[in-house]
């Protein structure tokens, strides 16, 4: 066995390898994306009243409010514009915060994983036609 065969094997066992766990990846993004759903950047006021503060903001045609806990309110950077997230298909569901970026992340190493691959696969191919 030489050198170009042992690379294209090891190319070969690094594609596979890399193909399932970049799968694997692009598979979980997706289904945390369909049970999470997707998220809209708008601006949202804040209403500070006696009995508590309230958010408004406008998505989809439509104002909606709702009622801010102590520990979201005490997280209000601008009161008079500030950045939320509306649920693209449920406008009236709305939090403050980007989602969490496990999401991009998982989908960011399959995808890394899938040109892994894709680069074992041609170096594969290219040694089999240098023999």
């Known amino acids: 066995m030489d050198a170009s065969e042992v690379v ?11 193909l399932g766990g970049g799968l694997v990846c692009l598979l ?3 289904l945390i994306r369909l049970a999470d759903g997707r998220w809209l950047p708008t601006e949202a006021v804040v209403i500070d009243q006696e009995h508590g503060a309230t958010i408004r903001w ?4 439509a104002f909606h409010q709702r ?10 950077r601008h009161p008079e514009e500030e950045p939320a997230y509306f649920k693209e298909r449920e406008p009236d569901r709305l939090r403050l915060h980007e989602a969490p970026p496990g999401r991009r992340i998982i989908r960011n190493v399959g995808l890394i994983l ?8 041609i170096v594969g191919v290219l040694l089999m036609f240098a023999a």
């Open 58 to 61: 406008f998505a989809e045609g």
């Open 114 to 121: 899938i040109g892994i691959a894709v680069v074992a696969g």
């Open 67 to 76: 009622r801010l806990s102590d520990e979201e309110r005490a997280h209000v």
């Open 28 to 30: 979980l993004a997706l």
């Open 8 to 18: 294209s094997v090891v190319a070969e066992v690094i594609g596979w390898i890399a």
